[in-house]
């Protein structure tokens, strides 16, 4: 099956800062790879996702960064706010039946 | 739009007895619901795929007689926990998926938390 892997656990960076967390998988027929934020006791919440027929993708200060040949994909926050705190998961898809495998999450802090 | 309900947000419940989850899809219909449970300060771990009118699929070491899942209409999906102990204290989190090719996008629910005493 999938394995999902994450990196780091946890990020602390200052305010205007950019934030970059890492994930790789394993499996080469996964094609669709979301990000989530979650906050403490809260639903998590999609921020942005790549398709495997895009190298990159930008939402204002986000983006993801997509590595099919090497399986890995990247979060990319710029000039990150402290409302960016949270919780931050990858996820890749298996293939069948849509099922997501997450990462193991980064806590991300941001400072003032 | 694509907003997913749960019910209840939170119970506590004594050991040995039984506790139903329900997942809403509210302005979608969802083929595919997903059941993740989220121990504290950890990842969410899918435990079972639950597609409308057919049997839920278990991910390996989810014990199919404690974790009833139920789909019985596009728009419903309810768990059940049976039997429940201290160590199924949980987040269970649902996701809906909308099906037929049009996104992959998962859309989650609010989430329950469990506490057994």
């Known amino acids: 099956g999938e394995n999902v892997e994450q990196h780091p656990s946890t990020l602390s960076v200052q305010e205007g800062d950019s934030a970059v967390i890492k994930c790789t998988y394993s499996?080469?027929?996964?094609?669709?790879f979301p990000w989530y934020k979650q906050e403490l006791g809260k639903r998590p919440q999609l921020i942005i996702d790549?398709?495997?027929?895009?190298g990159e993708k930008k939402d204002q200060r986000i983006a993801v960064t997509l590595n099919k040949t090497a399986k890995h994909f990247s979060l990319h926050i710029t000039e990150t706010q402290p409302e960016d705190s949270a919780v931050y998961f990858c996820?890749?898809?298996?293939?069948?039946?849509?099922?997501?495998?997450f990462g193991t999450g980064t806590r991300l802090q941001v400072t003032l | 739009g694509a907003v997913v309900s749960q019910h209840p947000s939170w119970v506590i419940c004594k050991s040995g007895t039984s506790v139903k989850i329900e997942c809403r899809s509210l302005?979608?219909?969802?083929?595919?619901m997903f059941w993740y449970r989220q121990f504290p300060k950890q990842s969410l771990m899918l435990m079972a795929t639950?597609?409308?009118?057919?049997?839920?699929?278990?991910e390996q070491g989810v014990e199919k007689d404690k974790f009833l899942i139920n789909h019985a209409s596009l728009t419903l999906s309810t768990l059940t926990v049976t039997s429940a102990h201290p160590e199924d204290s949980s987040f269970y989190i649902c996701?809906?998926?909308?099906?037929?090719?049009?996104?992959?996008?998962?859309?989650f629910g609010p989430g329950t938390r469990l506490t057994v005493l």
């Open positions: 499996d080469s027929a996964s094609n669709y």
């Open positions: 996820a890749a898809n298996t293939g069948t039946a849509s099922k997501l495998t």
């Open positions: 790549i398709r495997s027929n895009v």
């Open positions: 996701s809906a998926h909308p099906g037929g090719g049009v996104t992959d996008t998962q859309y």
């Open positions: 302005d979608f219909q969802a083929t595919t």
């Open positions: 639950s597609n409308e009118g057919s049997k839920a699929t278990y």
